[in-house]
DNA sequence: TGTACATCAGTGAACGCGCGTTCACTGATGTAC
DNA sequence: TGTACATCAGTGAACGCGCGTTCACTGATGTAC
């Protein structure tokens, strides 16, 4: 005798899993995912902590999901912004939107991207690690693109490169999670200007803008 | 009656609170500080769970003390390599090559900084961007001491610029950290660059390298 | 010099607390026939 | 249609454990006179 899940309780478990890993975006928001507790999570989603066995083996296996969901999605977005020719200004002025978009959107799945990429949960860090590179690796691409169409004298952007784009996208997001939204037109400028220059094609004699 | 420790007692109290800063670097790159408890560090340091309060009142102000003699110690070397005239090369040289010296010196600071710099104790969080400010701000004042003694068509390095590129030091660093050896010329290369992108005199015209 | 006293880093016992995990159970819902 | 059974998310009691913190104490060392 086989019983399946009909439509219905998927729907009402899965309700409960999504209570779960908003719970833990919140609190980690607050004090960081090492230190949250399984007890906590569960209370904060108004369910008994034993409950939680019905959802996730541990606390890392729903760490991963949230990257392997939230932040995966996340990453989606922003590598639909890059210009698939490899316009830097198009590129970086787009990233920077989106990116400050996410900022007022999701802060907590800001939060803990940024700090859980150099946390001490190393699983985690590198699930993260993985997810960003999908992000330099189409920089990389669209660059590669572009020096070959347009038959340029021009190396393409470096894989370094690309990750230091990706590095101060991130850290612009960290800024405007602690600023306050009049200086927000200012640092979306900077952001892009400052990203423009790490990946604007460059070769041994540097064209004029 | 007065009784004063003698430099004696306080040299051996020295050497056991420095047990207990070195104990707790050690750990927090293997686990994170927020995670770290005083009787797991007490133990590290080979002192009973109550000897901790001799020195410190609790965990936090351990990490403050890390940072105030620890980290900054670290920073003003960073700050000692800064070209007094804003000379790009000669700083993003100088400065990649002490970090990467401070990454092979002390690892273990190296990550605490980087974590914490972001991570969920706010009070460590606070005092670790006031001690990078230092360095930022250096910078900042290199450009501009440059701009005006050779009166060049130069804005000098604005802030943001100068914290982006403090940024992309402490990615190198982080990078150097999960690497192996064999490719840290590379790294080092490229982190300068990268770095001389963000800081060199820039201007409406650009100037020819 | 000897004696009485002050200081203070380090200690072990003890406390109450929240944690992760196990277990057997409930009750709603779906399946078999 | 009714009845017996399977599934499975959620639960409360209970466990052993390590935690932060308090307390009174020890013993080494320095000071006063």
Chains 1, 2 share one sequence.
Do not use: W
């Not at 939680?52 to 999901?65: K, S, V």
């Not at 200004?89 to 989106?98: K, R, Y």
């Not at 169409?149 to 690309?162: K, T």
């Not at 400028?189 to 041994?204: K, N, T, V």
């Amino acid at each position: 005798m086989v019983v399946r899940a009909t439509p219905e309780k998927k729907e009402e478990k899965e309700r409960v899993r999504l209570a779960l890993l908003g719970a833990a975006l919140r609190l980690s928001a607050a004090h960081g995912f090492a230190s949250l507790g399984l007890r906590e999570v569960s209370r904060e989603a108004g369910i008994a902590p034993t409950s939680f066995y019905r959802h996730f083996a541990d606390m890392g296996e729903l760490g991963r999901a949230l990257i392997e969901e939230r932040v995966a999605e996340l990453v989606a977005r922003l590598v639909q912004c890059v210009a698939p020719d490899g316009d830097s200004d198009a590129t970086t002025g787009a990233l920077t939107s989106a990116m400050l978009t996410a900022v007022d959107d999701e802060p907590e799945l800001l939060r803990f991207l940024l700090s859980e990429r150099v946390g001490s949960f190393a699983s985690l860090r590198n699930a993260l690690r993985d997810e960003l590179a999908k992000l330099s690796l189409t920089l990389c691409k669209a660059s590669k693109a572009r020096v070959e169409a347009r038959e340029q004298d021009d190396e393409g952007l470096s894989p370094f490169a690309a990750d230091a784009a990706v590095t101060l996208l991130l850290d612009g997001a960290a800024r405007a999670l602690d600023q306050a939204p009049a200086q927000r037109t200012a640092l979306s400028e900077a952001l892009a200007a400052a990203m423009a220059r790490l990946i604007e094609p460059h070769s041994g004699a540097r064209r004029r803008p």
